[in-house]
């Protein structure tokens, strides 16, 4: 047996510190920041939701303050304009058909449409998460009678129950929250329930049950955790979806009212005056599909990321 020298033993404990453990969520970290896209993408949503916390700051108009005199009044930088809009200061996305500042009321439709997006893709994510990991962990006749619920809804069109909703119940910011993300769990289901399926049946889920954890604590500490990846992935896939929903209901009239506006309102109201006054439209229509390129561009870095076949 050869002997170890003591400056061997330094090398070695050298070598051992050097060796640096990296867990999967920093791993996924490091590959998600080497995304150029995905990272540009965060900094400007950053930039679009400062914006917005900061709408009172940044222009001496109110949302609400009404101003007949500029009346669908263009930016005062726009081409072959007819009506400039230097009264009280300059409008930088010009006025509506109330003369109401533009700019500050897509800062303001930013608040109510990422807040519907944000708050009704919590709900999904709640009730989605839940359905499907108590489907998918009990199986059985349960999970069969669980999921042809889910398909009954399925096949119903789920922007009628939106509708009856904001019908019965009168519209309100928080209902409208509440009923874009109670109709929206569906896939998050599905797709809870198939990654549940798979982990259920590994040896640690298996030595859980062997040790006595009960069902529920299984579901909470081992079974979520292990699925997370892909349900974050989904989510930030479904943000758009949830905001395009809150666009189709303003834009059906059914969303926020007045004088509080959303991305949907405004492209509405920017719709009826895309001859006559085509910046009603644009501005709105631009950073709402920036907003959806960017939780696209985020989605796919985060799947990337996270798919350990792809490390």
Known sequence: MT?????????????ARDVVGRSLWID???RMFANRAAVASIIILGIIAVMALLAPLLSPYSYDSIN?????CAPFWWPDHHVPCFAGGAHWFGTDALGRDLFVRVLYGARVSLAVGLVATFVSLFIGVSYGAISGFIGG?????????VDVLYSLP???FVIILMVVFDRSLWLLFLAIGAVEWLTMARIVRGLTLSVKETEFIEAARASGVRGHMIILRHIIPNIIGPVVVYVTLTIPSVILAESFLSFLGLGVREPLTSWGVLIANGAYQIETAPWLLIFPSLFMAVTLFCFNFIG?????????KDR
């Open 3 to 15: 002997d170890v020298t003591a400056g061997d033993k330094s090398a070695l404990i050298i070598g």
């Open 28 to 30: 996924a970290s490091r």
């Open 68 to 72: 007949y005199h500029l009346i669908s």
């Open 141 to 149: 006749r349960l999970d069969e009678l669980m999921m042809r619920i």
């Open 158 to 160: 789920f922007i009628f």
């Open 300 to 308: 796919d870095g985060l799947r990337d990321a996270l798919d350990p």
